[in-house]
């Protein structure tokens, strides 16, 4: 995947993870049209995210450790909590509870925020 590509899905990602999962399920079941019809009759979202600086690659290298840094690299990958747990050995849960902990360290709401940061800052 060329670099540009890669900076278009992770655009595509970051306007994703600002959507509720309530208007995503109502998203699934629409056709194109009515989509861009809906559009046409919303403001455009403003994240509050926006508001403060996210964290550069070194800075995230001093807040997260090691194991944080590996489970981020594996989220901008796009593995599952389960792919992850089998690929570092751990449980599930603690797979869970790293995502937890990188989400409130980076000030982030979404494991796709934390991708989307990952590719631009570099990490991956």
């Known amino acids: 995947m060329t670099l540009a590509l890669h900076k278009q899905r992770a655009t595509l990602v970051e306007l994703l993870s ?10 699934r079941e629409m056709s194109i049209g009515q989509f861009l019809d809906s559009l046409q009759n919303q403001r455009p979202v403003k994240s509050a995210r926006h508001l403060r600086p ?3 690659a070194t800075e995230m290298a001093t807040l997260l450790s090691d194991r944080e840094l590996q489970v981020v ?3 901008a990958e796009g593995l ?3 792919e992850i747990s089998r ?3 751990l449980s599930d849960k603690t797979v869970k509870n790293h ?7 980076l000030q982030l709401t979404a494991r796709t ?3 989307v940061h990952a590719l ?3 990490i991956v």
């Open 87 to 89: 690929r570092l050995g």
């Open 73 to 75: 690299r594996l989220i």
């Open 18 to 27: 600002l959507i509720d999962e309530e208007t995503l399920a109502e998203l």
């Open 120 to 122: 631009r800052t570099g």
């Open 80 to 82: 599952a909590n389960k």
């Open 54 to 56: 996210l964290p550069s």
């Open 113 to 115: 925020q934390v991708a």
């Open 99 to 105: 995502i937890s902990h990188i989400l409130a360290k």
